[in-house]
């Protein structure tokens, strides 16, 4: 059982800055408190893990951190967010100004016991030089996995914070706290989570911010005791339904017998935009082979690729409206 005590009015639910988003990390180490993580590869749900595989090799400087092999996140890449709706930008700027201690020291703890890769042995030799490496590999993975779900994230979780302050405005502070996760207990002076490990901790005059995210899956995650302050990320009411994407349609016959059913079903999909590592996650083939597919329905004018970024999404043409049956007049 894990023990937060303090003034309910120290709590306050927060929007969520783009760079904290979170995911559950495969496991946490024996003696970790449960943490949050950027959501890469299996960690995230299965349409970000399609955008985002691509790049993961990439990552080498902020990969083997989320979490590290002790099941430990470094606390400086999740900072509470300073501001109530913090942009990205705004949000890697206080990851940036870490102090260079802090940042060698939570990368040593987070791969105590292990060999760390060369990568992460530099932020003990070049912490400056390391940290500034992380901050693009954030900025990167932002761009690629999380931002073309960015606008249905806020929109869950400032539902969320709306009504949460209505709960404050009509029952008072600790109404805040009430109800917030199975897990989770409010007694009127202690905020208590059912954990395998027991801990109490005092907000010692800090905020405890409440940080309603769809990445948490089940579970609930904390920061304690950091120069960042407290923070709990929870999942707010309606996120069995964020990830939820429409069995693709049954493409019509005459269109799969023209195209052949896999690329029929491809064209099909497309009524919304979709990435090729979209596009082979929803209909389950390979990416090369849904990259084929995409290649050669754009050849014939049914689709269309434009990059937004380091994404490149593909849509239906007219022609390929007009194929899939969904141009026509009423």
Known sequence: ????????????????AAAQVRAQPDGGGRGQLPRAALPLGASGPRVLAARAEPLLRGLTTLRPLVPGPSGYVPDFLTPAPPVTRPTLEQELRVVAATPLDRVASE??????????PPETERFATDPAGALAVTVREIRRYFSTAIAPSWPRL???????????????????PGALLTDLHPRLDWDGGAL??????????????????LLPTGFTGPHVYTMTG??????????PRGHGRLWDRPAPAEPPAALAALLGPTRAAVLALLAEPAGTGEVAAALRLAPATASHHLTTLRDAGLITGERDGRRLPYRRTGLGEQLAGEDQAP
Do not use: I
Not at 107 to 116: D, I, L, N, Q, T
Not at 226 to 235: E, F, K, V
């Open 154 to 172: 806020r929109a869950l979780a400032e539902g969320e914070v709306t009504r949460r302050g209505l709960l404050a405005a009509e029952r008072g």
């Open 1 to 16: 059982m894990l023990e937060w005590t303090g003034d309910p009015d120290r709590a306050r639910p927060r929007r969520p």
């Open 192 to 209: 208590r989570l059912a954990y395998d490990k027991d801990g109490e901790f005092g907000l010692d005059g800090h905020p405890l911010t």
């Open 226 to 235: 950091t120069p960042s302050g407290r923070a709990l990320w929870y999942a």
């Open 107 to 116: 990368v040593e703890r987070a791969w105590a016991g292990h060999r760390a």
